[in-house]
C-alpha cells in the first residue's frame, strides 16, 4: 500500500474516530487538540521509493505510536491489519490518557463494527503504570 492510500484511509479513518468520540458524549476532559493523522499526509511528500510502502516496512511487526495524545495514531494502524502498542507517560500526556481510554471503552462496549481491532491498544499495562493507564 503506497503512502498516497494509506492518506487516504487516514481521511477515512479520521472520520471513524471522530464518530466514535461523538458517541462518547460530553467528557470532563480536553480532547487531544491536534490531527496526528496528519502527518501521513506529510510523510507522502519525503518518503520515496520502497519507503512510500510503509505497510511492507513492518514485516508484520507490531507498529509503535510514542506520545499517541487520543490514540488516532496507534488506533489507526490496527485498521490497517497491524498490530500496534502505544507509548505513553499518563502524567504528561495531554488528558491523562483519557481521551484514549474514552475511546477504547467506547468501541469495547459499544455497538462495534468496521473491522477495527481496538482490544491490543486498549490493554492496560499495570505492571508498569508509567508506561499505560494508572492502575485503578
Request: aromatic share 8%.
Amino acid at each position: 500500500m503506497d503512502i498516497l492510500e494509506i492518506v487516504r484511509a487516514a481521511d477515512h479513518f479520521r472520520q471513524t474516530l471522530e464518530e466514535a468520540k461523538a458517541r462518547i458524549g460530553p467528557v470532563d476532559f480536553a480532547w487531544y487538540p491536534y490531527d496526528s493523522l496528519s502527518n501521513f499526509w506529510h510523510l507522502s511528500k519525503v518518503l520515496t521509493g520502497q519507503r512510500r510502502r510503509l505497510l511492507r516496512l513492518a514485516h508484520g511487526r507490531p507498529v509503535l505510536d510514542v506520545g499517541p495524545g487520543d490514540g488516532a495514531c496507534s488506533f489507526f494502524p490496527e485498521a490497517l491489519g497491524l498490530t500496534a502498542h502505544a507509548l505513553e507517560n499518563p502524567a504528561t500526556s495531554h488528558n491523562g490518557l483519557r481521551g484514549q481510554r474514552a475511546v477504547c471503552i467506547q468501541r469495547l462496549g459499544g455497538a462495534g463494527g468496521g473491522g477495527i481491532r481496538w482490544r491490543r491498544t486498549c490493554r492496560i499495562n499495570r505492571r508498569r503504570p508509567s508506561l499505560g493507564w494508572p492502575a485503578t
